[in-house]
């Protein structure tokens, strides 16, 4: 990169000067301009007035570092813009709205400064090197803001969805204590209806530093699920601290799940988000029930190596209900599956066969098909599994389909190494 014109620093200082003799008219042109914009941040006359306070501080200071030259590491975001991103945190406004609002006000920014640049009239190589200076400087500037309020409307969120939902949380925990319950006071309360059918989730973040905003990334997911799902209302969330979520889909009269649409949002979203599902369940007993089966469910997950994006109860149900004692379970496969479980390529390649066989009734061909393998390769993959094992794989052989399945879910948890 070409070194810096020796009057740049000057040029801009002069730019930023005649630029902030009109700063009023500056914030009202840029607020004007993003209100415009960004529909979500308009329609609250006390919020606007502080999106305007924090356009203004953020331009008056912007323009100050111009002229006097300020390393950014000494800039902090002013009081109105933080003010205004827990504002609207408070307010469920989208952080993407947030973030349009800043990268749209600068482009308006830039214009008055570019515009007053050129009326400077000043020789080409000094205006290329001013408006160079002017462009990293800004853009710094506005990378480092928006970090701050980017993480003050994160612990905002969090916050917020704490204090709201903390007497909610306390009605939801009689629900589910078995107590009575009068429907007629608790829905209104809760804001959900108890008479319909329900989905039961638990959501959850591996620890505090995968975060951020905690709370507010695993209630969006929640909210798009339900969006996904076609749910008539809004699902009932209730944060069980900074990093777990439980959550309750009103499904209405309907009981059936597309479950491939839950598991495809989870993949689409932050892959360190995880999320357990219940069966479905109708009334306040199933209320209660489809979050039993969501907390077994996560329970399981937890130990599982590695850790599932999505698992419905359904799939692992008898899993789940058995797992009480990790060590049991280990050594209860160990005792079905034998030499078979050892955690190594070629057991987890025979393993994988003998279940697709079970699944597919004992069908070579059909298994052949569904591994995309010569049905030989598969006559010769469960034969070699009934030799370690020391017995057949075929037809109601519960055990196992069970030991595979939790296997296949849970992993080397429940695996041996060669030193064992």
């Known amino acids: 990169m070409a070194a810096e014109h020796p009057e740049a620093v000057k040029q801009l200082s002069v730019v930023a000067e005649n630029v902030g003799s009109h700063l009023p008219e500056v914030g009202r042109d840029i607020g004007d301009y993003v209100l415009a914009e960004i529909p979500e941040l308009r329609g609250d006359a006390t919020i606007e007035k502080i999106l305007r306070a924090s356009i203004s501080e953020n331009a008056g200071t912007l323009l100050h570092v111009f002229e006097n030259d300020i390393p950014l ?36 920014f830039l214009q008055w400064c570019l515009d ?40 905002e969120r969090d916050n917020w969805l704490l204090s709201q939902t903390a007497a909610r949380a306390a009605r939801v925990r009689d629900v589910l204590a078995g107590s009575d319950v009068d429907l007629n006071r608790i829905e209104p309360a809760l804001g959900y209806r108890l008479r319909q059918h329900h989905l039961g989730l638990v959501a959850w973040l ?53 479950w491939h649409e839950v598991a495809g949002v989870l993949e689409r979203s932050d892959p360190s988000v995880h999320m357990c599902a219940g069966g479905v369940g109708y009334d306040v007993e199933g209320f209660r029930a489809t979050h039993r089966q969501a907390l077994r469910v996560q329970e399981l997950a937890a130990v599982a190596d590695p850790v599932p994006r999505f698992t419905q109860f359904s799939t692992v149900a008898p899993i789940a209900l058995m797992a009480s004692h990790i060590d049991d379970i280990r050594a209860w496969v160990w005792d079905v599956l034998g030499p078979l479980a050892l955690d190594d390529e070629n057991s987890a390649r025979l ?10 009734g004992c069908s070579y061909t059909a298994t052949a098909s569904a591994q995309i393998l010569h049905k030989n390769t598969v006559q010769y993959r469960i034969r070699k599994a009934e030799e370690i094992m020391g017995h057949p794989v075929q037809k109601e052989h519960t055990d196992l389909e069970i030991a595979l399945r939790a296997v296949q879910y849970l992993g080397s948890t429940l695996l041996r190494t060669n030193a064992e």
């Open 351 to 360: 393993r994988e066969t003998a279940q697709i066989f079970l699944d597919n």
């Open 206 to 258: 591996p620890s505090p530093k995968d975060g951020g905003e905690g709370l507010s990334r695993l209630h969006r997911i929640t909210d798009e699920i339900a969006q996904r799902l076609g749910c008539p209302a809004r699902p009932l969330f209730v944060p069980r601290d900074a990093i777990v979520s439980w959550a309750w889909l009103p499904l209405g009269p309907n009981s059936d799940v597309p």
């Open 116 to 155: 007053e640049l050129n009326r400077q009239n000043a020789a080409e190589d000094l205006a290329v090197a001013t408006n160079r200076r002017m462009l990293h400087t800004s853009f710094g500037y506005i990378d480092r803001v928006t970090e701050h309020v980017i993480a003050e409307y994160q612990h």
């Open 73 to 108: 590491e000494k800039v902090e975001g002013p009081a109105a813009a933080l003010e205004y991103a827990r504002r609207l945190a408070q307010r469920g406004i989208p952080l993407s709205a947030l973030i349009r609002a800043y990268r749209i006000g600068h482009w308006r």
